[in-house]
């Protein structure tokens, strides 16, 4: 069975990803979100794990939580080793989707239902290396024009 990796910050990007909820026992799946209180009863229901939240508003916090995802993310990715890692960003996937790359994984990236008219950092920094990039918006194709546009997932 294909092991998939989705992952998302929490919010409105998890609620996208949730969206996909039935993949998930077609996989042998691991959700990654940030722990919040909201998602920590989410183990009950979805296998999870979990990345520490960090808002760029407080910048000397966030780069040490950044620090601490990045190595989390890189163990993370070496105990499920992941066929196919399945995100709609932000950057709790960037190194995820990194280290994908650097080991020759597949990368589905869903660009955020919310952009209509300009591009993420995240879709910015993972549309290079991304095997499928999909856009929910047709205008957002000039920002990447190689991605597919298939609509919202809603």
């Not at 989410?42 to 620090?67: A, D, H, Q, V």
């Not at 190194?95 to 300009?118: H, Q, V």
């Amino acid at each position: 069975m294909k092991r998939v990796m989705f992952i998302s910050s929490v919010g409105g990007h998890l609620t996208q990803i949730l969206e996909l909820k039935s993949l998930f026992n077609e996989y042998n799946y691991v959700l990654i979100t940030e722990k919040t209180d909201v998602t920590i009863s989410m183990t009950e229901k979805y296998k999870m794990e979990y990345l520490k939240y960090g808002s760029r508003k407080y910048l000397f916090k966030y780069i040490f939580i950044e620090l601490y995802n990045f190595f989390k993310s890189f163990y993370l990715f070496i105990k499920y080793r992941p066929t196919v890692i399945v995100t709609t960003g932000t950057h709790t996937a960037v190194f995820m989707c990194y280290f994908g790359w650097i080991f020759r994984k597949k990368i589905i990236y869903i660009e955020s239902f919310a952009k209509r008219n300009s591009p993420t950092l995240s879709g910015r920094l993972i549309y290079p290396i991304a095997t499928k990039f999909i856009v929910q918006w047709e205008s957002m194709l000039k920002f990447y024009p190689k991605a597919e546009y298939w609509g919202g997932i809603y």
